[in-house]
Nanobody, 121 residues
Framework: QVQLVESGGGLVQPGGSLRLSCAASGTIFIIYAMGWYRQAPGKQRELVATITSGGNTNYADSVKGRFTISRDNAKNTVILQMNSLKPEDTAVYYC???????????????WGQGTQVTVSS
């Protein structure tokens, strides 16, 4: 089985920064794209940023210039550095990854449990 474990959420004032981390573990053969999504109360889950195995990145327009996604392939980890945070960034942030799972003999999408980010004064 594969697990994605997130860390780094919390409460921060507007203009502040947070760093989210997500580590994948388990029966992993290959990790393809990794990314972050978020879901605010009463809203649908939306893409925040993604990064391919080769390092190509994609960002939602709302976070461009403020958030940076990176990955450490040796540690099976994806990082989201969030700067200049705004109240509208408040949401539960979820890690997502496409992984070839050797126990299931196929490529599947996995989700982390989510971590709360609250931006408030």
């Amino acid at each position: 089985q594969v697990q994605l474990v997130e860390s780094g959420g919390g409460l921060v004032q507007p203009g502040g920064s947070l760093r989210l981390s997500c580590a994948a573990s388990g029966t992993i053969f290959i990790i393809y794209a990794m990314g972050w999504y978020r879901q605010a109360p009463g809203k649908q889950r939306e893409l925040v940023a993604t990064i391919t195995s080769g390092g190509n990145t994609n960002y939602a327009d709302s976070v461009k210039g403020r958030f940076t996604i990176s990955r450490d392939n040796a540690k099976n980890t994806v990082i989201l550095q969030m700067n200049s945070l705004k109240p509208e960034d408040t949401a539960v942030y979820y890690c997502n990854s496409a992984i070839y799972d050797t126990s299931r003999r196929g490529r599947y999408a996995y989700w982390g449990q989510g971590t709360q980010v609250t931006v408030s004064s």
